[in-house]
């Protein structure tokens, strides 16, 4: 077993996690990376593993490392679910951000392998009680609730150009999503509206009973029925690279949950922390490097730091 953030005596719960795993090509302002491991599932999963046992599902190709899913394994995330598909390369993404990190342009994307998947859930994975879809297409994520068993408490990803492209799809999928995660430009495009206030009932109304909506530096807001929650980011000094912040946010909030095994108001706001505290490592260097050797004890730290700023 992987060191976890220890949240309460409880034996964790695990968590399932659905997404992209990818070789991505990343430009900033100030560096490059080449050909480093990224996707959607392999930073929501690392994320989670420092909270509970998690479980991936993805897929990867001919061109996958060895030593990128030692990477994966070494957080003792299970890999029963990642499919190799020898017949094509892994799923590749090239980003540039602009001047100010807040913007960034899709320079290059092959699916490659994706592009035939069909996410299969092991069997021993169908009745997981907390399910992450990361951000893929909505019908693929759809595909992975119609093979669980149960109730899980879902919890979705998306972005815009799902909006744009599959939008039908995803209004399909909402009434099935528990918790949606989404940031602020994603959530004026779904609603048409740009004050987030009225943005996030807006939401609600189309299925999810949770919504976070996340505004980068500024934080993150949680629509409850029992009420508003507000969460800051973690303050970075030292931005690398803001590639999986979103996903890392997300991973550690689902680890959050099934460590304390509920979703109540209490269980999120405290998970939000935690989210904030995990996406603000991830930021501070290319790939997911500083997520994997972040440490548990560092993790608490920035936790602890958000709490004191924010109360009296
Ligand atoms: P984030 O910065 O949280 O939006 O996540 C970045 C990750 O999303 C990168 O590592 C990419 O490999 C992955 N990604 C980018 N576009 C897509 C897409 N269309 N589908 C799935 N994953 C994607």
Redesign the pocket.
Known sequence: MSDRVILSSRTPSPVLVVG?V?Y?NIETPKAKGERIL???AS?VSLAASFFAPTRMVGVVGRDFAASDLARLSGRGICLEGLQHDLTGDTFF?AGKYHENYNRRD?TD?RLNVFEHYKPVLPDSYRSTPFVVLG??SPSLQSHVLDQTVGKPFVIADS?D?WMEIARADLLKLLPRVDLFILNDSESEMLTGESNVFLAGPAIQKLGPKLVIIKKGEHGSILFHPEGLHFVPASPVTDLQD??????SYLGALAGVLAALGDSSHLSLKRAMSYASATASMTVEAFSTTRLESAGVSAIQARHDDLRRMVSH
């Open positions: 992209s990818a991505d990224g996707g959607s930073y993404w899709t994307i951000n893929i972005m150009l803001p590639t999986g912040a979103g996903d």
